[in-house]
């Protein structure tokens, strides 16, 4: 507790000039594309909902003096990505409670589109640019296959104002034909950008709450304590 309070403590001396609301604004994207079916929809809601409230992650939440701003929404086709949660600063255990039940009471916006992986990152662009003021903005980008609709990741960094943002990866691993030289080679080479970018991967839907509690206890851990430790999840 000491360690995280001096953390907490470095952290402010080191705030810019004009006062910050947040240490991160971290934006949470989960696939609904078609390749995703109904029971494995719900595992990775559920799973995110755990993953919120499992006590490691409660722990990062709180690990540090400033609060962490929160967002989630959901992401298929070019034009099918709709919010979740809106910008929530956590800051206080109700605040997290309340953020995983409006996650808990969400349904699936759309079934029967594509994976249009640039336009969902264009959206988390636009999204963290209207986030709060905080030292650090991450977007994560959770899926089952690779884009496949519209214009690549690639254009989606050149084209949306990325400059300071890291996005990491949750790859769900599920399918047969997929592995190292397909998803996850997709995900690694095209998808996770930025400092201390990573990748955290899914053995399959069933996994999904491991695996996206690990990724937030990395990332909601200040950098001083998280450099502390290496997931062997890492990409």
Known sequence: MKSACLVGGLALAALPAHAVECRLALALAIDVSSSVDAAEDQLQRNGLVAALTAPEVQAA??????????????????YNQEMILDWQ????????????????????????????????????????????????????????????????????YREFPFQGVTVNGLVVNAADFEGEVGLIAFYRGEVIRGPGAFLIIADGFDDYERAMTRKLERELTPPAIGALGMSKDAG
């Open 61 to 78: 939440f709180f690990a540090a003096d400033l609060p962490v701003a929160l967002a989630v929404y959901e992401w298929s086709g070019r």
């Open 89 to 156: 600063m956590i800051d206080s255990q109700s605040a997290l409670l309340s953020a995983a039940e409006t996650v808990a009471a969400s349904t699936r916006s759309h079934n029967d589109f594509p994976t249009a992986m640039g336009y969902a990152l264009g959206y988390g662009a636009k999204l963290l640019a209207r986030s709060p003021d905080c030292l650090r903005k991450t977007l994560d980008m959770a899926g089952d296959g690779q884009s496949n609709e519209g214009f690549p990741p690639a254009s989606a």
